[in-house]
């Protein structure tokens, strides 16, 4: 019972295009979301988060949108650059259990020079 | 200077053996986590301590041991390992309440 999705194993982009990477969730009790990138043999590490009483928050290059009445949240990275090329994971935590972390099984991305 | 540090790094092992998996941070965090990374890649949380209290449990059977000498430290112990046993380890920790966790580099063990 995976209440946080990412449908899209993998995507491919050209650099300097937008990556675009899609989060789908079925508990609505979830209050708080986060994207983690990890490269090969590390551990992830964080990129981005957004509270659920906001759609949108960005950081540089990278945007998180929340659309709560879709249960979904989406990662855009403008312009993606071959260094981005990782696995992303999307998270999300319940708001009575700020400790209790649900993930995705994440998205491999890979910037094409 | 590491992080979150975890050995051993790869550990391959026989059914029914025990084995351990070290987990060290140097941040100062309060809390810290056990991630099990399935072969379907979800990363499902096992543990989570939080001044060396157990905070979370989850259905994990009775073999996984974790155990928190101190803050900065989460061990797992694994009994009579199992070939389903095998995936990657990840240890990762945070101060309570914060939501960013650092985690390390994960232990991949494959029982044989």
């Known amino acids: 019972d995976q209440q946080v999705k990412q449908n899209s194993p993998s995507l491919s982009v050209q650099e300097g295009r937008i990556s675009i990477l899609n989060c789908d969730y079925t508990?609505?009790?979830?209050?708080?979301f986060l994207w983690y990138k990890k490269y090969p043999a590390e551990g992830p590490t964080f990129l981005i988060s957004?509270?659920?009483?906001?759609d949108k928050n960005e950081d540089g290059r990278f945007t998180v949108f929340l659309n709560k009445s879709a249960k979904h949240l989406s990662l855009h990275i403008v312009p993606s650059q071959p260094g981005d090329s990782a696995v992303y994971f999307c998270?999300?935590?319940?708001?009575?259990?700020?400790?209790?972390?649900?993930f995705g099984s994440g998205t491999k991305l890979n910037v094409k020079p | 200077d590491t992080a979150v540090s975890q050995t051993p790094k790869y550990l391959v092992t026989q059914m029914g053996n025990d084995k351990s998996i070290k987990c060290e941070q140097n941040?100062?965090?309060?809390?810290m986590y056990w991630y099990k990374q399935d072969s379907k890649k979800f990363l499902k949380i096992m543990f989570s301590?939080?001044?060396?209290?157990?905070?979370i449990n989850e259905t994990v059977p009775n073999r996984f041991s974790p155990k928190s000498p101190d803050k900065a430290h989460l061990n797992l112990h694994i009994n009579s390992l199992e070939l389903g046993d095998s995936a990657v380890y990840f240890c990762?920790?945070?101060?309570?309440?914060?939501?960013?966790?650092?985690f390390g580099p994960g232990t991949r063990l494959t029982v044989t």
């Open positions: 990762a920790s945070s101060r309570l309440a914060n939501y960013e966790q650092y």
């Open positions: 508990n609505s009790m979830f209050d708080y």
């Open positions: 957004i509270s659920s009483i906001k």
């Open positions: 998270a999300a935590l319940p708001r009575n259990n700020f400790n209790k972390f649900y």
């Open positions: 941040l100062g965090h309060d809390t």
């Open positions: 301590y939080n001044n060396k209290e157990l905070i």
